[in-house]
Every structure is written in C-alpha cells, then in structure tokens.
C-alpha cells in the first residue's frame, strides 16, 4: 500500500493523533525506521537554523503501538508528588 492510499485509510478509518515527546527525536526515528513494518515520515523545519528534525509522522499499527508505547504524552504535565 502506497503512503498515500495508507494515510487516507487512516483518515477514512480512525482519524486520531496522538502527539508523545522524546528527550532524543533522531534517535527515536533512526529505530523506528530500522523496523521493516513501520511507515514514518520525518518532518523538518526549513526555517530554523540547520533544518532541524521537529516531528516524526508513524501510520498507525500494532507493533508500532507497542514501539512507542513508553514514550511520553507530549505537554502532560507530571503529577505532583504527595
């Protein structure tokens, strides 16, 4: 299945996002891409110096659920410890 017939089954079928965070976003990428069955595209930003890596866009599946499923909730704020 081509990126785009997959992003638009995504659309068609779930339509959620869920945005997580990572202390080390290249490296997050580099080991998602080294597994065969996961679809990501790598987003930069051009106007920032060096064209740096700011996101990271992964179709949705089960194992890729389970490879990021340590990482944070992005903006969560922590619970105060009693």
């Known amino acids: 299945?081509?990126?785009h017939d997959s992003v638009a089954h995504w659309y068609r079928t779930?339509?959620?996002?869920?945005?997580?965070?990572s202390s080390d976003l290249e490296a997050e990428a580099?080991?998602?891409?080294?597994?065969p069955l996961s679809t990501l595209m790598?987003?930069?930003e051009?106007?920032?110096p060096g064209?740096?890596?700011?996101?990271?866009?992964?179709l949705p599946s089960d194992h890729v659920e389970r490879m990021v499923s340590s990482?944070?909730?992005a903006l969560k704020v922590p619970?105060?410890?009693?």
């Open 1 to 3: 299945m081509a990126w």
């Open 14 to 21: 779930s339509n959620y996002l869920v945005v997580l965070s």
């Open 30 to 35: 580099a080991r998602l891409e080294a597994h």
């Open 42 to 44: 790598r987003v930069h």
């Open 46 to 48: 051009p106007d920032l």
């Open 51 to 58: 064209n740096p890596l700011v996101a990271v866009a992964i």
């Open 71 to 73: 990482l944070p909730l």
């Open 79 to 82: 619970a105060m410890a009693t």
